[in-house]
């Protein structure tokens, strides 16, 4: 008797913790989207992305694609993110966001490379590092991030030390130790050497001693690709430097001639989130340059610099 009172007993807990967790599911999916109506999942994405109430031919268009089953609630999404209305009259607000984007984009345009040597390159949250994390497209057979050892960063930079990681694209390893000594590499070791958001936190003499290194550290042919603040635009808002870790915020002058002098051809000079004409009358606009998410022309009107430079073919 014991022994069937005691299976009872589990079996009663066991109903009891079956019915709980089926509870909690129903509940999930109670206030998921795909458990909305029609109606209700049509509002609910004009809502959140397009910041208004369905007119009535989109509202119907949407609700009558969506009972027909031509339309999947997913790809209805995909759209409203494609449209014209999204792209266009719905600004982004989050200066962080908007400027991640801006990188991302760039990298996603950046040259293919077999060998890259990523310098100051660590993503805080992620241990494939900022360079896979940004979207870079292509496979690669080695990608080396170096970066500060812990406590040699700012207070701001202290998380992410990572030992490496095995990505979709290739095989990722640490080093570290300064941006500025690369002497544990080889001349012509890499084909690519990208620095985003790194040669801003070195003083200028050592910005040309890092510059000089990539120089030495690429293959003949090989890529310096980089981005970095815009001092020029930067310093419309204000003196002093946008993070307390910057050493110098460049301007496109400055950072081109030092290129140069190093010996790089720059092949592209580009902008990220085009601040607006109104750098022109001194002004610095923030909401232009947050809603202009991208790669510019316009360089010198822009919150950050890009280049893609190559080192020539037979140096």
């Not at 967790?21 to 959140?48: H, N």
């Not at 790194?198 to 290194?213: F, N």
């Not at 460049?250 to 030092?258: F, M, N, Q, R, V």
Request: glycine residues 8%; hydrophobic residues 40%.
């Amino acid at each position: 008797m014991t022994g069937r009172h005691t299976l009872s007993a589990v079996g009663r807990r066991a109903a009891r913790q079956m019915r709980s967790v089926t509870l909690r599911a129903r509940r999930r999916r109670a206030g998921s989207f795909e458990a909305l109506s029609d109606d209700d999942a049509v509002r609910l994405a004009f809502s959140m992305l397009l910041r208004r109430e369905p007119d009535e031919a989109g509202g119907a268009h949407y609700r009558s694609q969506l009972r027909s089953g031509s339309l999947t609630r997913a790809a209805m999404v995909e759209l409203l993110l494609s449209s014209t209305e999204f792209r266009h009259s719905v600004p982004f607000t989050d200066l962080v966001a908007s400027m991640h984007l801006s990188r991302s984009a760039f990298v996603r345009g950046l040259p293919r490379a077999r060998n890259i040597l990523d310098i100051g390159g660590t993503d805080q949250s992620d241990e494939q590092g900022a360079f896979v994390s940004l979207g870079y497209p292509y496979r690669f057979e080695r990608l080396t991030i170096v970066d500060l050892p812990p406590d040699d960063r700012h207070a701001l930079y202290r998380r992410g030390v990572w030992r490496g990681a095995a990505t979709r694209l290739g095989p990722v390893e640490y080093a570290y130790h300064s941006m500025v000594d690369l002497s544990a590499y080889g001349d012509a070791s890499f084909d690519l050497v990208y620095s985003g958001q790194s040669i801003e936190h070195v003083t200028e003499a050592e910005g040309t001693a890092a510059i000089a290194e990539a120089f030495r550290v690429l293959e003949p042919g090989g890529w310096f690709c980089l981005d970095t603040p815009n001092g020029a635009v930067w310093r419309l808002q204000g003196p002093e430097p946008i993070n307390p870790d910057h050493k110098i915020e460049y301007t496109h002058g400055e950072l081109s001639a030092k290129l140069a002098a190093a010996g790089f051809a720059v092949l592209e000079a580009k902008g990220l989130n085009f601040a607006g004409e109104a750098v022109d009358d001194g002004t610095f606009d923030q909401t232009a340059a947050v809603a202009n998410i991208g790669v510019y022309t316009d360089i010198e009107r822009c919150l950050h610099l890009a280049y893609i430079c190559r080192k020539p073919a037979d140096r």
